[in-house]
């Protein structure tokens, strides 16, 4: 496990990134100032720097500005208040209408005629492809942030209720918001407390996948085990059965669960005739 301390006393000096990185935490309360625009530049900037997929970048960035709909955002993305307050919130958009547009306007159904072959629309691998796109600018936009002095949370609760917030949005049909940032400047004096890991052991591997952790899986979640509490609200008997309750089993991961089935009905292979 990479120890921070042990780097700087090592006669390395630390790197501006790595500190930025090792030291972020999520952030749900925010200084009440606007971000300002050059810092929102930078962000975006940093953004749409990031790696992507045959420099296709599949992805959108909505900046949410309209308090109205961040108070909408409030209650769809599992009723979490403190997105209205957010200064800046950001949706990442995995996206490939922008291609079958350009596609389109290319002719390229005529070119796959002359070829024999049949156009076909984005399928779900593209959407994984545009998925990944859209959250590695997203993970640049964290660190630019972060080195700003702007906070950040993500919130994947944006997959929820993929009708209200494609009507809220106008989004078309190759468009899924698979990620939403809510970022503003650390209140003054806030205390960052880092939340704890799963030991590199549990987590990287070598040439394949080690299922050895099931010898020591107490150990393995033993960060995890620490906050179990015998009178819980859920009637569980251990922490395995109450983090089942409050995430896999909640009602917010159901409707996640469904409303991703929909959004998927729109990238199935569909062949364009």
């Given at each position: 496990m990479f120890n921070?301390?042990?780097?700087?006393k090592g006669g390395i000096e630390m790197?501006?990134?790595?500190?930025?990185?090792?030291?972020?935490?999520?952030?749900?309360?925010y200084d009440e100032r606007l971000v300002a625009k050059e810092h929102i530049d930078i962000i975006l900037e940093c953004a749409m720097r990031a790696p992507t997929a045959g420099n296709m970048m599949l992805y959108s960035?909505?900046?949410?500005e309209d308090q109205k709909k961040k108070d909408v955002l409030s209650k769809t993305c599992d009723n979490q208040p403190?997105?209205?307050?957010?200064?800046l919130v950001l949706i990442f958009l995995a996206d490939y209408q922008r291609w079958y547009d350009y596609y389109i306007h290319s002719q390229v159904s005529d070119y796959c005629k002359s070829k024999g072959v049949k156009f076909e629309g984005p399928s779900e691998a593209n959407l994984m492809l545009?998925?990944?796109?859209?959250?590695?600018?997203?993970?640049?936009?964290?660190?630019?942030?972060?080195?700003l002095g702007i906070g950040s949370c993500y919130i994947g609760d944006i997959m929820e209720n993929y009708e209200t917030h494609r009507e809220l949005f106008n989004l078309p049909k190759w468009v899924f918001p698979v990620g939403m940032l809510c970022m503003g400047y650390y209140p003054?004096?806030?205390?960052?407390?880092?939340?704890e890991r799963f030991d590199e052991k549990y987590i990287v591997y070598t040439d394949t996948y080690d299922e050895s952790y099931k010898d020591?899986?107490?150990?393995?979640?033993?960060?995890?085990?620490?906050?179990?509490?015998e009178t819980n609200e859920f009637g569980a008997k251990n922490m395995g059965q109450v983090h089942y309750a409050i995430k896999t089993g909640a009602e917010f991961s159901k409707e996640m669960a469904r409303s991703v089935k929909v959004a998927?009905?729109?990238?199935?292979?569909e062949i364009i005739e």
């Amino acid at each position: 496990m990479f120890n921070v301390e042990y780097y700087c006393k090592g006669g390395i000096e630390m790197n501006n990134v790595i500190d930025v990185m090792m030291n972020r935490v999520s952030l749900r309360k925010y200084d009440e100032r606007l971000v300002a625009k050059e810092h929102i530049d930078i962000i975006l900037e940093c953004a749409m720097r990031a790696p992507t997929a045959g420099n296709m970048m599949l992805y959108s960035i909505i900046k949410v500005e309209d308090q109205k709909k961040k108070d909408v955002l409030s209650k769809t993305c599992d009723n979490q208040p403190f997105i209205a307050k957010a200064p800046l919130v950001l949706i990442f958009l995995a996206d490939y209408q922008r291609w079958y547009d350009y596609y389109i306007h290319s002719q390229v159904s005529d070119y796959c005629k002359s070829k024999g072959v049949k156009f076909e629309g984005p399928s779900e691998a593209n959407l994984m492809l545009a998925t990944c796109d859209a959250i590695i600018a997203a993970q640049n936009a964290v660190i630019a942030g972060e080195a700003l002095g702007i906070g950040s949370c993500y919130i994947g609760d944006i997959m929820e209720n993929y009708e209200t917030h494609r009507e809220l949005f106008n989004l078309p049909k190759w468009v899924f918001p698979v990620g939403m940032l809510c970022m503003g400047y650390y209140p003054e004096g806030y205390n960052k407390v880092k939340r704890e890991r799963f030991d590199e052991k549990y987590i990287v591997y070598t040439d394949t996948y080690d299922e050895s952790y099931k010898d020591n899986i107490k150990d393995c979640f033993k960060n995890i085990e620490r906050r179990f509490n015998e009178t819980n609200e859920f009637g569980a008997k251990n922490m395995g059965q109450v983090h089942y309750a409050i995430k896999t089993g909640a009602e917010f991961s159901k409707e996640m669960a469904r409303s991703v089935k929909v959004a998927l009905k729109n990238w199935n292979s569909e062949i364009i005739e």
